[in-house]
């Protein structure tokens, strides 16, 4: 069916409630409009040529005029625009837009050495013609990714329009949105070839939100206009499954991914270009419920940057590309931020800005004016006299995308897993084919090393030892379990419970296409981290690994090791296996094994490979990075096989051997039917089934943390499966009484204690807490 007749046929009514009616609007306010959009696309308003930072910029902006344009192709009658992007691959033709609007944006740039050149703007005005007579016009029919067609060609273009609004004659402008329109006749819809019309969500309806208000600024289309805006609406309401915020501050794009750090920071910095753009204009954003959105910053992103690092685990396929590392997310989550603090109170945009000083001042790998755009540059320096802002303690847990977040003074431990809910990973467009263990419980262990992930970790790191990870060793074949999300497992007991910044976190392991089964636990503390595993079993004929530690120690590290007081795999290539009781890698943490002395496998070597290896667009360059690994080997076929360590970041050695030899905890339980910990007055439990760990009865599955505080204890719960209707707990505690609890808990006294029974029926993984008097 053509895109049109399913707008006219299937979208009419839909279209007709959810569209205001148009305000009242003169040719003034568009021009006003078009004018405030290309200022934010130059950055205009903030030049200063005498700065560095902008002088810089405006630098980097000409060389990559020069780049282009000796890839133009001049010929008479020639079939493409750029000598290397033929127009027969359909990427191409966003990458030709994208050329063209870098072109329009130096010509458009005061201060650039192409401001108003008449040569550049003949050039730019000769391809655009030459894209809608050759591939880009209403005759076309989309061939490939819908994404090149509809969002990768519509926003560029629309904003070269808007660039050199005056200098484009009125029918090529007509012609040019024209073909826009018949690639995106209504952005509430996408048009995979493969699948016909579906509901665009997400970042990608923002994305075609934009195009279509941009485009509409162009031709003055004031029903388009407020068409596009209305649809923004749907992007910042919290969602209960697939796509969009969570109300714990997850979110999730392509149904089952965990994408807070690309489509995420896509989709906020997208809004607040568009909410500032319409800001006091006849089509001002005003749906009460935008404050989603702005509470999101504080939920959602905020946690999941870290001294400027966007955290790999929800950066899903992105991970494999060499030019976008967790420091390129973190950059664009900076922009995004400041520009929507512009929007907010000023109290809230104070915290904002501080935390965003914050992580420029400790970003020690990269720098944030590295390669920044005008616009960059100017919000960047707006921080100048803002108070940086440390790093905040606490533990935020993602339920709905199966994230968990462990913080404290100088470090962040993040935990990344997988259920029927969420994906193990993403793959897809030849992009990290080989992810498919990083969703099977792999820790990221984020401290002073401000470039573990993106000194070039992904290429060169065993993708079958990463660190945390149980991990059947049977060999996988790229894209195991299928593209965009299609990898899950099909175990629901993902999760936990939070309490007072503490955390017990579980994951019921389903082994990506293996039939290896594992039970495991991460209690969060103050000082580290213990980790048990039970259960771990498996039929494949293969070895099965819990990988401690996998430790990038980038092209020259050489950190001792300690092990049992003594050094251990000190040179390149070596191999070894000690019964350790504790280690300590130098400059990053200290490992206490707490079930004995288990067999502990070492290896210290160099590692090469390229980025090509995980990204069929990646170079084919070879990168070579050192790395210390240790690792648990549970043996072939395992049969409710076991470990317990905990990780101590930044111990020093004789912090660690203290830790060792008068152990802080004690491991109650570590079996595939319970794990649990006592840790001074806190107690943290993981009940896969029903059962008991001290005074705590479990009749349903559940995650539990109990703290003592005097007389006093507070207790939270949950239901890690989001299936329950209800948790049931009792506690042996006689005497006791009810203080206070949350909606939704009761609690009923008994000769033995008390009898809790919480209502988790629309919880969706979240703690419900209660305070107990003794």
């Not at 949950?718 to 707990?729: C, E, F, I, K, M």
């Amino acid at each position: 069916m053509h895109r049109r007749t399913f707008l006219a046929g299937a979208t009419a009514a839909a279209a007709a409630l959810t569209l205001q009616l148009p305000a009242a609007a003169a040719p003034s306010d568009f021009a006003a409009l078009r004018a405030k959009w290309a200022a934010d696309l130059t950055g205009s308003t903030a030049i200063d040529p005498a700065d560095p930072d902008y002088a810089a910029a405006l630098q980097r902006l000409d060389s990559a005029v020069v780049s282009t344009l000796a890839k133009l192709d001049r010929t008479p009658l020639r079939t493409r625009v750029f000598t290397d992007q033929p127009l027969t691959a359909d990427p191409s033709i966003p990458n030709t837009y994208v050329r063209l609007e870098q072109l329009a944006t130096a010509w458009a740039t005061p201060g650039s050495k192409y401001h108003a050149d008449a040569a550049l703007l003949t050039d730019v005005l000769a391809a655009l013609e030459s894209m809608n007579q050759l591939i880009y016009s209403t005759a076309t029919v989309e061939f490939g990714n819908w994404w090149s067609w509809e969002i990768g060609a519509t926003r560029p273009l629309a904003n070269i329009m808007v660039l050199l609004y005056d200098k484009l004659p009125a029918e090529a402008r007509d012609r040019y949105c024209a073909a826009i329109d018949h690639f995106v006749p209504d952005p509430y819809l996408m048009f995979p070839p493969e699948r016909g019309p579906i509901v665009s969500t997400g970042a990608n309806r923002v994305d075609l939100c934009q195009a279509i208000i941009v485009r509409s600024l162009v031709t003055e289309d004031e029903t388009r206009l407020t068409h596009a805006r209305d649809g923004l609406s749907d992007t910042w309401q919290y969602v209960t499954s697939g796509d969009g915020f969570y109300r714990d501050g997850s979110f999730v794009q392509h149904t089952w991914v965990a994408y807070t750090g690309t489509y995420g920071h896509v989709l906020l910095n997208g809004i607040g270009k568009l909410l500032a753009l319409l800001a006091n204009s006849p089509w001002e954003v005003t749906d009460p419920k935008r404050q989603i959105l702005f509470d999101s910053v504080a939920k959602a992103y905020l946690p999941v940057v870290h001294d400027a690092r966007m955290m790999d685990f929800v950066r899903g396929r992105a991970v494999s590309r060499y030019n976008a590392s967790d420091h390129n997310d973190s950059y664009t989550a900076m922009e995004a931020i400041l520009r929507l603090a512009n929007g907010v109170d000023a109290a809230l945009a104070a915290q904002w800005r501080a935390a965003v000083a914050g992580w420029v001042k400790r970003d020690t790998f990269g720098n944030v004016l590295s390669g920044a755009t005008i616009p960059r540059v100017a919000l960047i320096k707006s921080l100048q006299g803002v108070t940086a802002a440390p790093e905040p303690n606490g533990h935020t847990l993602f339920a709905s995308m199966d994230r968990s977040v462990h913080r404290r003074s100088g470090w962040a431990y993040s935990i990344s897993m997988a259920s029927a809910r969420i994906a193990y990973y993403e793959c897809g467009n030849g992009e990290n084919d080989q992810g498919f263990h990083s969703g099977s419980g792999m820790t990221y262990l984020y401290t002073s090393d401000n470039g573990q992930y993106a000194d070039a970790f992904w290429p060169t790191v065993d993708r079958y030892r990463l660190p945390g990870t149980t991990v059947d060793k049977l060999p996988l074949a790229p894209k195991a379990g299928g593209e965009w999300g299609a990898a899950r497992p099909t175990t629901t007991w993902v999760g936990g419970a939070t309490l007072a910044g503490y955390a017990a976190i579980g994951q019921d392991l389903q082994g990506p296409a293996a039939p290896m089964r594992a039970r495991k636990s991460w209690f969060c503390l103050d000082q580290y981290v213990v980790a048990l595993g039970a259960g771990i079993t498996s039929t494949s004929g293969h070895s099965v690994e819990t990988i401690v530690e996998n430790r990038n120690l980038h092209s020259d590290g050489t950190n001792p090791l300690i092990v049992n007081g003594s050094p251990a795999v000190p040179q390149l290539g070596d191999t070894a296996t000690v019964d350790a009781r504790w280690a300590q890698l130098d400059g990053v943490a200290g490992y206490v094994f707490l079930d004995g002395s288990p067999q502990l496998h070492l290896h210290r070597e160099t590692r090469t490979g390229s980025w090509r290896d995980i990204n069929t667009g990646g170079p084919t360059t070879p990168i070579s990075r050192r790395y210390l690994t240790m690792w648990l080997d549970h043996g072939i076929n395992p049969a409710n096989a076991t470990y317990s360590y905990l990780v101590a970041p930044g111990a020093t050695v004789a912090q660690t051997k203290q830790l060792a030899r008068r152990s802080p905890l004690l491991v109650l339980r570590n079996t595939a039917d319970a794990q649990a910990i006592l840790s001074g007055q806190l107690l943290l439990a993981n009940f896969w089934t029903p059962g008991r760990v001290a005074e705590v009865i479990a009749d349903t599955p559940c995650s539990v943390v109990r703290r003592a505080r005097g007389r006093e204890l507070d207790l939270a719960l949950s239901d890690p499966t989001q299936l329950a209707g209800v948790v049931h707990l009792r506690l042996l505690l006689p005497g006791a009484t009810i203080v206070q609890a949350d909606e939704g808990v009761r609690v009923r006294r008994t000769l033995l204690g008390l009898e809790i029974t919480a209502d988790v029926s629309n919880a969706a993984g979240a703690t419900r807490n209660l305070t107990i008097r003794l």
